[in-house]
């Protein structure tokens, strides 16, 4: 058995729906092993990454008026994915909204219908499944007795579908997806509204933070820095990462570090008295990175200098009795600069991290995940 996408996608498209930005129907054929039609799914495929962009920046409110003016169906699924923010954090493909299954053939076949479920859910981050529920320009609906439904949702809770009572969505994520190492830690519910770049980097996930680092260091405007790093490095170099018995190569760190967690601080806590009134249009986020075992911590800050904001980073190393990131051998966080050279690489990244932060709500194929 195999799905291929319906013509139907197109018609539906072209009747019913005026434009299409975050979510789109999405129908596929149920093949057998001849090739023969011997069903049809309906439903819509939408981009995770880019609906959560609207989530963070906008509250939504782009794709509120989309999902809205489409059908009640989706309404209620924009309403389940705004409540559910934090659960989408790290998946960086597509979901899909299963509305209906239908085997042509007038005899129920729960075993294949299982199968046909798994197929579909190779091809997405997560399924989202009315389980009974269907649009007016489906003409595909499924009517079946009511002991089929009984028998159709025992299928879906062993298999391991969970049921969301509150909207009666039945939701199974792709496992064999969430193995990648691409998520970061979960986030809480209202992080969206409070710290909104961290969750969106969180909902981009690891793998995606990660490749921006290499690509970054790799960019030819860092042509010149990586020659004035290896004339500058030596045996002994320590450029303010590490204590004295764990010194950390530039080069060797830069090339070699992994990022496991993004933070977005608040710009006012980093002022000893209180903050002035400017501080509030500031950015302070940081990096929690691993090298070679060990943890270290690269904030990334702004501040004015002579009525101009500037941008500074600096490195702690995690001390593990004092369960804290050490700067410059104080406990007192973000008290120093390491060397501009090292540093550079660093504030492109977290500025580049913004800017696309900042950009791709408006540009969808920015989005579209890295591993498709």
């Given at each position: 058995?195999?799905?291929?996408?319906?013509?139907?996608?197109?018609?539906?498209?072209?009747?019913?729906?005026?434009?299409?930005?975050?979510?789109?129907?999405?129908?596929?054929?149920?093949?057998?092993?001849?090739?023969?039609?011997?069903?049809?799914?309906?439903?819509?495929?939408?981009?995770?990454?880019?609906?959560?962009?609207?989530?963070?920046?906008?509250?939504?409110?782009?794709?509120?008026?989309?999902?809205?003016?489409?059908?009640?169906?989706?309404?209620?699924?924009?309403?389940?994915?705004?409540?559910?923010?934090?659960?989408?954090?790290?998946?960086?493909?597509?979901?899909?909204?299963?509305?209906?299954?239908?085997?042509?053939?007038?005899?129920?076949?729960?075993?294949?219908?299982?199968?046909?479920?798994?197929?579909?859910?190779?091809?997405?981050?997560?399924?989202?499944?009315?389980?009974?529920?269907?649009?007016?320009?489906?003409?595909?609906?499924?009517?079946?007795?009511?002991?089929?439904?009984?028998?159709?949702?025992?299928?879906?809770?062993?298999?391991?579908?969970?049921?969301?009572?509150?909207?009666?969505?039945?939701?199974?994520?792709?496992t064999g997806k969430s193995k990648r190492k691409s998520t970061i830690s979960?986030?809480?519910?209202?992080?969206?509204?409070?710290?909104?770049?961290?969750?969106?980097?969180?909902?981009?996930?690891?793998?995606?933070?990660?490749?921006?680092?290499?690509?970054?260091?790799?960019?030819?405007?860092?042509?010149?820095?990586?020659?004035?790093?290896?004339?500058?490095?030596?045996?002994?170099?320590?450029?303010?990462?590490?204590?004295?018995?764990?010194?950390?190569?530039?080069?060797?760190?830069?090339?070699?570090?992994?990022?496991?967690?993004?933070?977005?601080?608040?710009?006012?806590?980093?002022?000893?008295?209180?903050?002035?009134?400017?501080?509030?249009?500031?950015?302070?986020?940081?990096?929690v990175a691993q090298y070679e075992g060990e943890l270290y911590v690269i904030?990334?800050?702004?501040?004015?200098?002579?009525?101009?904001?500037?941008?500074?980073?600096?490195?702690?190393?995690?001390?593990?009795?004092?369960?804290?990131?050490?700067?410059?051998?104080?406990?007192?966080?973000?008290?120093?600069?390491?060397?501009?050279?090292?540093?550079?690489?660093?504030?492109?990244?977290?500025?580049?991290?913004?800017?696309?932060?900042?950009?791709?709500?408006?540009?969808?194929?920015?989005?579209?995940?890295?591993?498709?």
């Amino acid at each position: 058995m195999k799905l291929l996408k319906s013509k139907k996608s197109k018609e539906i498209m072209d009747d019913w729906f005026e434009s299409s930005n975050f979510i789109q129907p999405y129908w596929y054929d149920i093949l057998d092993d001849q090739n023969n039609k011997v069903g049809i799914i309906t439903g819509y495929s939408l981009n995770i990454p880019f609906i959560m962009n609207d989530f963070t920046i906008n509250n939504g409110s782009d794709s509120f008026f989309e999902f809205d003016g489409i059908s009640q169906l989706c309404h209620y699924l924009w309403s389940f994915l705004s409540h559910n923010k934090s659960s989408f954090a790290g998946k960086n493909g597509n979901l899909y909204f299963l509305n209906n299954i239908n085997l042509f053939d007038e005899k129920a076949n729960i075993s294949k219908e299982k199968e046909i479920l798994d197929i579909l859910l190779s091809k997405y981050d997560l399924i989202v499944y009315t389980n009974g529920s269907t649009e007016v320009f489906d003409d595909y609906f499924n009517k079946r007795n009511e002991g089929y439904w009984d028998e159709h949702e025992q299928m879906l809770l062993v298999s391991g579908w969970e049921c969301d009572e509150g909207y009666n969505f039945f939701i199974k994520e792709n496992t064999g997806k969430s193995k990648r190492k691409s998520t970061i830690s979960p986030t809480p519910d209202d992080s969206a509204e409070n710290t909104p770049l961290e969750f969106w980097v969180k909902s981009k996930g690891l793998d995606w933070l990660n490749t921006l680092w290499d690509n970054t260091i790799k960019h030819s405007r860092f042509d010149k820095d990586w020659k004035k790093l290896k004339d500058f490095e030596s045996p002994n170099y320590d450029f303010g990462v590490g204590s004295p018995g764990n010194k950390v190569r530039p080069i060797n760190f830069i090339k070699k570090v992994e990022f496991v967690e993004f933070l977005q601080y608040d710009s006012e806590s980093g002022y000893v008295c209180e903050a002035p009134p400017h501080a509030k249009g500031l950015r302070s986020e940081g990096i929690v990175a691993q090298y070679e075992g060990e943890l270290y911590v690269i904030h990334f800050w702004q501040d004015y200098m002579d009525e101009e904001i500037s941008e500074f980073v600096s490195f702690g190393h995690y001390n593990l009795e004092k369960n804290t990131f050490i700067f410059d051998g104080d406990t007192e966080p973000f008290n120093f600069t390491t060397a501009s050279w090292v540093a550079e690489f660093f504030i492109h990244l977290f500025n580049r991290i913004y800017n696309e932060y900042k950009n791709q709500p408006k540009i969808k194929d920015n989005v579209i995940s890295l591993y498709r």
